[in-house]
T-cell receptor, first 113, second 113 residues
């Protein structure tokens, strides 16, 4: 199993809503990542979890709140988002120190209205 | 100067052509060099990665790294319509802090039947 599964595939939410994005992998990877990708732009790193602990936060606004409940799951909780937060949110995973072989999920396409 | 420069294209070639995709970079600390393929509305898929300088071949794909020139290339032989996608180069540092991938902007490739 070399898949990273993200749900939902699409999400439309209002600026006052609270929603969560989910990511799951069963490759035994202990590093998991959230990236944000705007149209025609490269992915931008948001957060890195290492051994289920947050190790990197790339100065992401607090309206994005990550959570890693166990070694297979990664969540991204969303609250009070702005329309400019609309993007493709990508989850990735890798072995520790091996981001050169990171596997990406298909992404959640988020639209904030 | 951006850390990684990649011509966004678009690049359009006939089926069977040899495709050359390139990135330049400014940070000599980069040690790992990756190429990702991203189909429209999908997550990036790792094609190849190379450590330091040299060539690496995998089927129709060849990756080259020239650290002295800070220049990397991906060659696709006998290109197929299914190769039509955006190709992203990515780079990272070596050592324990190599969590962050720095991506190029991506090159949109279309292979015409």
């Amino acid at each position: 199993d070399t898949e990273v599964t993200q749900t939902p595939k699409h999400l439309v939410m209002g600026m006052t809503n609270k929603k969560s994005l989910k990511c799951e992998q069963h490759m035994g990877h202990r590093a998991m990542y959230w990236y944000k990708q705007k149209a025609k732009k490269p992915p931008e790193l948001m957060f890195v979890y290492s051994y289920e602990k947050l190790s990197i936060n790339e100065s992401v606004p607090s309206r994005f709140s990550p959570e890693c409940p166990n070694s297979s799951l990664l969540n991204l909780h969303l609250h009070a988002l702005q329309p400019e937060d609309s993007a493709l949110y990508l989850c990735a995973s890798s072995h520790i120190g091996r981001n050169t072989e990171a596997f990406f999920g298909q992404g959640t396409r988020l639209t904030v209205v | 100067q951006k850390e990684v420069e990649q011509d966004p294209g678009p690049l359009s070639v006939p089926e069977g052509a040899i495709v050359s995709l390139n990135c330049t970079y400014s940070n000599s600390a980069f040690q790992y060099f990756m190429w990702y393929r991203q189909y429209s509305r999908k997550g990036p898929e790792l094609l190849m990665y190379t450590y330091s300088s040299g060539n690496k071949e995998d089927g129709r794909f060849t990756a080259q790294v020239d650290k002295s020139s800070k220049y990397i290339s991906l060659f696709i032989r006998d290109s197929q319509p299914s190769d039509s996608a955006t190709y992203l180069c990515a780079m990272s540092y070596s050592g324990g802090s190599n969590y962050k991938l720095t991506f190029g902007k991506g090159t949109l490739l279309t292979v015409n039947p």
